[in-house]
Nanobody, 119 residues
Framework: QVQLVESGGGLVQPGESLRLSCATSGFTFSSAVAMGWYRQAPGKERELVATITSAGVGTRYADSVKGRFTIFRDNAKNTMYLQMNSLKPEETAMYYC???????????WGQGTQVTVSS
């Protein structure tokens, strides 16, 4: 069974940083073609924050987070991370990780971790 568990969220002040983790199991981590992070706040559209390919050399970011966020994965630990620096209040949201095993398969989702950025 594919399982994804996010952690690392919490309450921070504007300008501070957090590192989110997505621990995975139930599949061959190194074979997953893509992994990434979405976020969604109440009443707002879900938005893609960052993605990374299975090789770990191809990354994509939303324009709003470029230069501040970094996505990476550790194949030895079956874990994906999102380093978030200089956080802004408007980035308060539930953050979800996903894994896509093949190019034609659907995404698997974690339960999410809450990030709150407030003074």
């Amino acid at each position: 069974q594919v399982q994804l568990v996010e952690s690392g969220g919490g309450l921070v002040q504007p300008g501070e940083s957090l590192r989110l983790s997505c621990a995975t199991s139930g599949f061959t981590f190194s074979s997953a073609v893509a992994m990434g992070w979405y976020r969604q706040a109440p009443g707002k559209e879900r938005e893609l924050v960052a993605t990374i390919t299975s090789a770990g050399v191809g990354t994509r970011y939303a324009d709003s987070v470029k230069g501040r966020f970094t996505i990476f994965r550790d194949n030895a630990k079956n874990t994906m991370y999102l380093q978030m620096n200089s956080l802004k209040p408007e980035e308060t949201a539930m953050y979800y990780c996903y894994v896509r095993l093949t190019f034609t398969s659907t995404r698997y989702w974690g339960q999410g971790t809450q990030v709150t950025v407030s003074s």
